[in-house]
């Protein structure tokens, strides 16, 4: 199983990018893709959730009308795209599987909790600059 992000970059406020999820390894439409930040001296939060069997998306109200999740199924990717960038979005991005199918699992509902999810990438360095 492996999860690799990219896309991330050093651009100024106001600009955009586009981070991918390239996943390999399980049944891509039995999880739940959820993207999370981690700026320095902070815990990881959870941003946004993408529910790969029915396309439900969730976001946290801090983005909300700025961050977009998507998926393309062909092609095992998820993309979470990023206007109008703030210094405060500069984080760790990553992303991360959770197995739709257990019991204990809500689909997107608990995207924000960490132990929803099985299975985790390393993260690509987004840093807006002032």
């Known amino acids: 199983v492996q999860l690799v992000e990219s896309g991330g970059g050093l651009v100024q406020t106001g600009e955009s990018l586009r981070l991918s999820c390239a996943a390999s390894g399980f049944i891509f439409e039995n999880y739940a893709i959820g993207w999370f930040r981690q700026a320095p001296g902070k815990e990881r939060e959870g941003v946004s959730c993408i529910s790969n069997n029915d396309g439900t998306t969730m976001h946290a109200d801090s983005v909300k009308g700025r961050f977009t999740t998507s998926a393309d199924n062909a092609k095992n990717m998820v993309y979470l795209q990023i206007d109008s960038l703030k210094p405060e979005d500069t984080a760790v991005y990553y992303c991360?599987?959770?197995?739709?199918?257990?019991?204990?699992?809500?689909?997107?509902?608990?995207?924000?909790?960490?132990?929803?999810?099985?299975?985790w990438g390393q993260g690509t360095q987004v840093t807006v600059s002032s």
């Open positions: 991360a599987a959770s197995f739709l199918m257990r019991k204990d699992r809500d689909g997107c509902g608990r995207y924000r909790d960490l132990g929803q999810y099985d299975y």
